[in-house]
Antibody
C-alpha cells in the first residue's frame, strides 16, 4: 500500500528555521517525484515544487523559488521541505504528494502538516 | 502565471448532475492534455479524481467524468450524493517554469 506519512504539526517563531518531512512506503521511492503543495488557512492549493529522489533534481515554482529548499534522503525514503527563516505568512498546511515520472498529476498525498508561525 | 479560474461555488440536489468549469489559457489547459481534478473534504488531504483530462484512477466512481474544449476543462458529477460535498480543484501542466497550476477551487454543496 502506497503511503506518504508526514511529520507532526509545528509551532515556530518568525525567523526560526524548520525542516518538515514526508516518509514514503509501499513503492520505489526513487522512481517517482515528490511534490510539495501549500494551503494557506481557508485558501486553495498552491504548487511549490517537485523533487526526484533518484538524483535530487528539483523544479521550483517561481512563487516559492528561494523561499524554501526541497531535499530527499533515498536511504530512508524521506523527502524534506526546509525554511531558513520563517515568516508569519508561511503559516499554512503543507502537503507532500507523489507524482509519477513523466506525468503531471499527484496520485497519492500525505496527510498534511500544519505549520504555525507566530 | 495566474491560477486557473473556477467558480467559487456550485450546488445541486441529490441525484442531479453538476458541472464545474476550469478556465485557463492557450499556454496551459489549451496546450496540453494534462488536466487533473482533485476532491478535498474539510480537514482532509486532496484526492485525485481525474487525470490527463478524462481518466479516472482505479477506485474513483464512474459518476465522475471530465472533458476539455479549447482553454477550458470541466468536471461533471452525475447522480449527486451527500458524500460528494467537498472542495474541487483543477490543475494543469503549463510547460513553463510555473510547471503546474491549480485552480482556485470550487465548493460543491449538495442541497
Amino acid at each position: 500500500e502506497v503511503q506518504l506519512v508526514q511529520s507532526g504539526a509545528e509551532v515556530k517563531k518568525p525567523g526560526e528555521s524548520l525542516k518538515i518531512s514526508c516518509k514514503a512506503s509501499g513503492y520505489s521511492f526513487t522512481s517517482y517525484w515528490i511534490g510539495w503543495v501549500r494551503q494557506m488557512p481557508g485558501k486553495g492549493l498552491e504548487w511549490m515544487g517537485i523533487i526526484y529522489p533518484s538524483d535530487s533534481e528539483t523544479r521550483d515554482s517561481p512563487s516559492f523559488k528561494g523561499q524554501v529548499t526541497m531535499s530527499a534522503d533515498k536511504s530512508i525514503s524521506t523527502a524534506y521541505l526546509h525554511w531558513d527563516s520563517l515568516k508569519a505568512s508561511d503559516t499554512a498546511i503543507y502537503y507532500c504528494a507523489r507524482k509519477p515520472d513523466g506525468q503531471n498529476y499527484f496520485d497519492y498525498w500525505g496527510q498534511g502538516i500544519l505549520v504555525t508561525v507566530s | 502565471q495566474s491560477a486557473l479560474t473556477q467558480p467559487a461555488s456550485v450546488s445541486g440536489s441529490p441525484g442531479q448532475s453538476i458541472t464545474i468549469s476550469c478556465t485557463g489559457t492557450s499556454s496551459d489547459v489549451g496546450a496540453y492534455n494534462f488536466v487533473s481534478w482533485y476532491q478535498q473534504h474539510p480537514g482532509k488531504a486532496p484526492k485525485l479524481m481525474i487525470y490527463d483530462v478524462s481518466n479516472r484512477p482505479s477506485g474513483v466512481s464512474s459518476r465522475f467524468s471530465a472533458s476539455k474544449s479549447g482553454n477550458a476543462a470541466s468536471l461533471t458529477i452525475s447522480g449527486l450524493q451527500a458524500e460528494d460535498e467537498a472542495e474541487y480543484y483543477c490543475s494543469s501542466y503549463t510547460g513553463s517554469s510555473s510547471y503546474l497550476l491549480f485552480g482556485g477551487g470550487t465548493k460543491l454543496t449538495v442541497l
